[in-house]
């Protein structure tokens, strides 16, 4: 299957692998968080090379995750990136990544995250709606959903 074909599956993961599934943009996607938000700072940063850089920008842009804000700097006008109200949203997705890397890929996490106001450090959890109950794979099963459009 084509990169291009999982874009259009009619599935709740397939679509966001489809803008999130490249190691790079993941990677951009963390520098974003960290607040960087100039070409010149992410290439210098990552290591990329430009195209593939402005390439994937541009996806994100494309794909509502990203805003292009145009800046001056001492020569020109330049854009910067800054998360939108749905990039800013992918924060929990990002921590889950981080999450499952330091416990099975690393002994234990680089950086601490913490919470600006009390010091805390951020939780993920899956929990039932109706009972409150933390719920694991082996505790859900998948069932047609508003979303479904039978043919």
């Keep these: 299957m084509r990169a291009s074909e999982i874009a259009e599956q009619d599935c709740s993961i397939a679509r966001p692998a489809a803008v999130l599934g490249d190691r790079w943009t993941l990677m951009i996607l963390r520098q974003a968080f960290t ?33 292009r804000e145009p800046y001056k700097d001492d020569v020109r006008t330049r ?14 997705v990002l921590i889950a990544f981080r999450d499952w890397g330091d416990r099975y890929l690393r002994d234990g996490p680089r950086a601490a995250i913490r919470h600006k106001d009390c010091g805390g450090e951020p939780i993920l959890e899956v929990r039932c709606s109706k009972c409150g109950e933390e719920m694991g794979a082996r505790d859900a099963e998948a069932v047609p959903g508003p979303g479904l459009q039978v043919a």
């Design 35 to 67: 607040g960087m938000k100039r070409f010149e700072d992410f290439q210098q940063s990552l290591g990329i090379s430009r195209s593939l850089l402005a390439d994937r920008l541009g996806k994100l842009v494309e794909a509502g995750v990203l805003r």
């Design 79 to 92: 854009d910067r990136y800054r998360l939108t109200e749905m990039g800013l949203d992918l924060y929990p």
